[in-house]
């Protein structure tokens, strides 16, 4: 008997032949997937043809019907029937112009229902808006009179008519009339001042017949519009729809308004609109999108300067006020136009010759989409974001919101505020805010608002005493030190009786010292912080600024107030130090602490994010280390707050520290000594009349290994080795020959200025390979004396030392390389006659000054650069300003103190301080001059000048001993240990000469 379902199921085919199947598990899986996607695929094309087929029919379907509505519009108002009764007429006609819209009609249709609405312009057209069915009316009649306005701008041969039917409507409004009548209208008139200049193309090509009309329209609306602002009786109904607060926000947000507006329209648009009425500004401000603002700065910009002269001062506040408020609220980068990415314009094809009306035309709702389109009776809506979107300006609104920061518009401000205090602090404001939002312009706003018949130096200075040392927000207004900065040293330092410059310095020195102090008790704690995450997102109340770009502004206004000061000091002893606020040696610890941490890839707090990163120190900017560590902040940006000696204390600390990093990476190489348990020293053999070529042959290749120990060989003149074992003393001889070798300017590398400062050789011969090649080597030869802490006898010029720290040189650099160029210069720049009466006839290709102090030097320096940054890291030498590198590298250039040598001075052998040898030997010292005295300083240590801390800080510390009782030996040296061998002199006359003529012999470590 069979089961039921055997003609039901399928059967399955059973293989009991014993083969192997040709379908793995993984095949059938994939085939049973494949036809799987196939019957989805299947159905997807189903349910898509069913919704193509739908929307098809869906519009044949509005097709037939907007057809139907056609014809029944053609048969006239009075041509719809209904059963045997004509409709009542306000019916008809209202039914009549929905068949128009509904129907989406070409202009044809448009221009017969515009001819009859003419022919009973005051039953029908007028009439309608005081009957029952007026919110009716009002909702059609606006969405057929926008599409008409906006029609204005097409050629099309029925427009005139168009524009007719709206001046009608909108010439019947009464002034002061509360009736039904005027209500409808003043509401037409609001939507209609927005939405039709919203809605007009940016490119207007109007006939010149049709301005007529339009003028008288916009006229009509404006006057409506103004009732609101007038202290004349007003109807009620206006005081809530459109006060002036909406209506220019309403209106400034349209994006390139000015473009939307016919040009022989325009002026009488701007004249009309109540732009000297006084608006709250939280009101005006809060009510405008973030996204619209630029478009609503441009727009102000394009209309309200030329009324500036006609404003109360509370008007010429408010504008200042909102300009602040808006150009706050937008990033620099839009306003720069660098998030351009190419050109937008809102220009229409003359194919989108079309008017944009409303499917639900019953709707009291006025932002319903504009979506029919009647074809050939205007121009379609325009989407804003098609235009511009939030992060990429119209070039032309960009070119008017650069005219805020035209010398134009600022002078027309500048004289308007000249009257007001609180219009001049609203000023002060806008042009802090205008620094912000045009950056790369900032030094060029500040020069032309020096250079105002209303600005200058008196505008800062004014600046300075009624709003800085009045108001603590002031402090953080930094026009006076930006105009500080931009004047010369010619005209910083000009208050002198006996300058001839004129002063340009808008401050005073004794303010200038306050203002300083001020700034630096406002950038220190801002540095001191541990959460740098705080100063990147608050700021002071009522400036819309991070606290992070405020500490910026006055880092860079500090560094160039303390730069003159470097160069010509005006400020009183320890004004630039933080002492009394913190403890020098936690400082010191802390800083070394974290510069360890900092080296080793620990993890930092990031400021950014709030998380945890692992950062590599080398290269950081002094941004980011202020964002990482705050001491490290406070010695690479403001590091005069430290005292001198404290930042050589921390750098000989990141010295020593490195060391011992370098040591303990070199334990497992074979630059390891194991026997000895120390890093393997690099030998070099050196030949005394060929000092610089030998150490260049063996040492120029070794680099960043430089920082381990170096042995050093002499051979003397006769082919022998000189006696003494290298303890560091003879390569320190080394470093000290070496110097005097190739910083000799005959060889052609180094040229000096008229202050015998050395710096690189301009001429082409130095840009050679080879040639920078030595400069190289030479920055790794310096590098390693400030990394053992040896002095060199060398002194660069100034500007040549701030290349070092990371610095641009300028005009005030000059004075060091050629002061006869400076003085030429500055005479020219203070001329204020005729030039041809100076018989001067030269072109000038570039500035100057930089190509002489950047350009020529750029490769050479460079090279050096290089070598010296893989001893030292960058960072570490922008603790100090280029006086203080100074000081580094050669030491202090003061008188040598007998009494702190005596005072730190070790005693050997049978010698103590009281012995009668020494006794002598103290008494001779006191007797050489300086001259003399440094020349047994160099004997004795190598260097002929003292340590920069003093002798305290020589190691090892200067050491006398017995070296016999011969009268006739002359005194002999171990430079390794300082160490200086004193035979037993009994007279002061006989240890004299015995000095003098080992000091003066010129012999080497033979005398050891």
């Not at 919704?51 to 029944?72: A, D, H």
């Not at 000054?849 to 350009?855: D, E, V």
């Amino acid at each position: 008997m069979l089961p039921f379902d055997e003609g039901t199921k399928a059967k399955r085919n059973i293989n009991l032949g014993g083969t192997k199947s040709q379908f793995s598990h993984a095949d059938l899986l994939g085939r049973a997937r494949a036809l799987r996607n196939s019957r989805r695929d299947e159905r997807n094309r189903e349910e898509a043809a069913q919704k193509i087929q739908t929307w098809f029919r869906s519009q044949k379907e509005i097709q037939n019907v907007r057809n139907e509505m056609k014809i029944q519009f053609d048969r006239g108002p009075g041509g719809e029937q209904v059963g045997i009764m004509l409709l009542h007429t306000a019916e008809m006609f209202i039914r009549w112009t929905r068949l128009l819209l509904f129907s989406g009609t070409d202009e044809f249709r448009l221009n017969k229902w515009a001819r009859e609405m003419l022919s009973r312009k005051h039953d029908i057209l007028l009439g309608l808006f005081g009957g029952p069915l007026r919110h009716s009316w009002l909702s059609l009649i606006k969405r057929i009179a926008l599409p008409t306005l906006i029609s204005y701008t097409i050629s099309a041969s029925q427009t005139l008519t168009h524009l007719q039917v709206v001046d009608a409507l909108l010439s019947s409004f009464e002034a002061g009339s509360e009736d039904c009548h005027s209500q409808q209208i003043a509401l037409l008139t609001q939507y209609l001042i927005r939405r039709s200049l919203e809605s007009m193309p940016v490119s207007i090509k109007a006939p010149l017949e049709h301005a007529g009309y339009y003028a008288r329209i916009i006229a009509t609306i404006l006057n409506i519009t103004s009732l609101s602002t007038q202290n004349q009786p007003q109807p009620e109904f206006l005081n809530p729809t459109l006060p002036f607060t909406q209506f220019l926000s309403s209106i400034t947000i349209i994006p390139l308004l000015p473009n939307r507006i016919p040009i022989k329209v325009l002026p009488y648009f701007a004249s009309r609109i109540p732009w000297n009425t006084p608006v709250p500004l939280n009101q005006f401000t809060s009510s405008i999108p973030e996204v619209s603002r630029p478009h609503v700065l441009a727009n102000l910009v394009a209309f309200v300067p030329p009324h500036y002269s006609k404003f109360p001062p509370i008007v010429i506040s408010f504008y200042l006020q909102a300009y602040s408020v808006l150009l706050d609220s937008i990033d620099y980068k839009v306003l720069e136009g660098r998030n351009n990415n190419k050109q937008i314009t809102g220009s229409n094809t003359d194919k989108e010759k079309h008017v944009i009306l409303h499917d639900d035309v019953d709707t009291e709702d006025e932002d319903v989409d504009l979506n029919q389109r009647i074809p050939s009776a205007g121009t379609p809506a325009h989407n804003d974001s098609l235009v511009e979107s939030s992060n990429v300006l119209d070039s032309r609104t960009l070119n008017r919101l650069s005219t805020l920061a035209k010398p134009s518009h600022l002078n027309a401000l500048l004289s308007v505020t000249s009257y007001s205090s609180n219009a001049r602090g609203d000023f002060f404001k806008f042009a802090i805010s205008l620094t912000l939002s045009f950056p790369t312009r900032r030094s060029q706003l500040w020069s032309d608002i020096s250079v105002s018949p209303h600005g200058g130096s008196g505008l800062i200075r004014e600046c300075w005493r009624g709003y800085v040392r009045s108001s603590p927000l002031g402090k953080l207004s930094d026009d006076g030190a930006i105009k500080t900065l931009m004047v010369g040293d010619d005209e910083f330092f000009s208050l002198s009786a006996s300058s001839t410059v004129m002063p340009r310095n808008p401050l005073s020195i004794d303010d200038l010292i306050v203002f300083s102090r001020q700034l630096l008790n406002i950038a220190f704690p801002l540095y001191w912080l541990d959460d740098q995450t705080k100063i990147k997102s608050s700021g002071p109340q009522g400036i819309h600024l991070a606290w992070e770009k405020i500490r910026e502004w006055i880092t860079s206004c500090l560094k160039g107030i303390h730069a003159r000061d470097s160069r010509r000091r005006f400020t009183p002893p320890d004004h630039w130090h933080v002492t009394s606020q913190l403890n020098m040696h936690s400082f010191v610890e802390a800083a070394i602490l974290e510069e360890q941490t900092l080296f080793n890839g620990e993890q930092l707090p990031d400021a950014t994010t709030g998380t945890s990163i692992t950062v590599s120190r080398h290269r950081l900017s002094p941004r980011q280390l202020a964002q990482l560590s705050p001491r490290l902040g406070v010695l690479n940006n403001i590091p005069f707050a430290i005292p001198f000696e404290v930042r050589v204390e921390i750098f000989r600390q990141f010295v020593r520290n490195d060391y011992e990093r370098t040591v303990s990476n070199s334990s497992s190489g074979n630059v390891f000594d194991r026997f000895f348990n120390r890093p393997r020293r690099k030998r070099a053999v050196v030949r005394r009349g060929s000092i610089s070529r030998d150490g260049f042959d063996q040492l120029s290749g070794l680099g960043p290994e430089l920082k381990g120990p170096v042995e050093i060989q002499f051979i003397d003149q006769f082919g022998q080795e000189e006696a003494g074992i290298d303890g560091g003393g003879v390569f320190k001889e080394f470093l000290t020959s070496l110097s005097k070798e190739v910083f000799d300017t005959n060889r052609g590398l180094w040229l000096t200025t008229k202050q015998q400062e050395l710096y690189p050789n301009p001429h082409s011969y130095a840009t050679e390979q080879h040639q920078l090649d030595w400069y190289k080597f030479i920055g790794h030869i310096l590098g390693k004396a400030l990394y053992d802490g040896i002095l060199v006898d060398v002194v660069f010029a100034p500007f040549f030392l701030a290349k070092w720290l990371g610095k641009q040189s300028y005009l005030d650099d000059l004075a060091s390389l050629d002061p006869e160029l400076y003085n030429g210069l500055v005479f020219l720049k203070h001329y204020d006659k005729n030039f041809e009466d100076l018989s001067l006839n030269f072109t000038v290709s570039e500035d100057v000054s930089h190509y002489r102090l950047n350009r020529q030097i750029r490769r050479q320096s460079q090279a050096f650069f290089d070598g010296l940054s893989d001893i030292i890291d960058p960072k570490w030498l922008r603790m100090f300003n280029q006086q203080e590198l100074q000081i580094l590298i050669g030491g202090i250039n003061a008188p040598i103190d007998v009494d702190d040598l005596r005072a730190n001075c070790n005693y050997g052998g049978v010698y103590d301080e009281n012995d009668e040898t020494i006794q002598l030997f103290w008494k001779v010292l006191e007797s050489f001059n300086q001259e003399q005295r440094r020349g047994l300083l160099r004997f004795v240590t190598s260097c002929s000048r003292p340590p920069l801390l003093g002798f305290k800080e020589l190691n090892p510390k200067f050491c006398i001993r017995d070296s016999s009782n011969d009268e006739q030996r002359l005194p002999s040296s171990s430079t390794c240990v300082n160490l200086l061998k004193l035979p037993r002199y009994k007279t002061q006359r006989g240890m004299q000469t015995k000095l003098l003529q080992a000091i003066n012999s010129g012999a080497g470590f033979d005398l050891s």
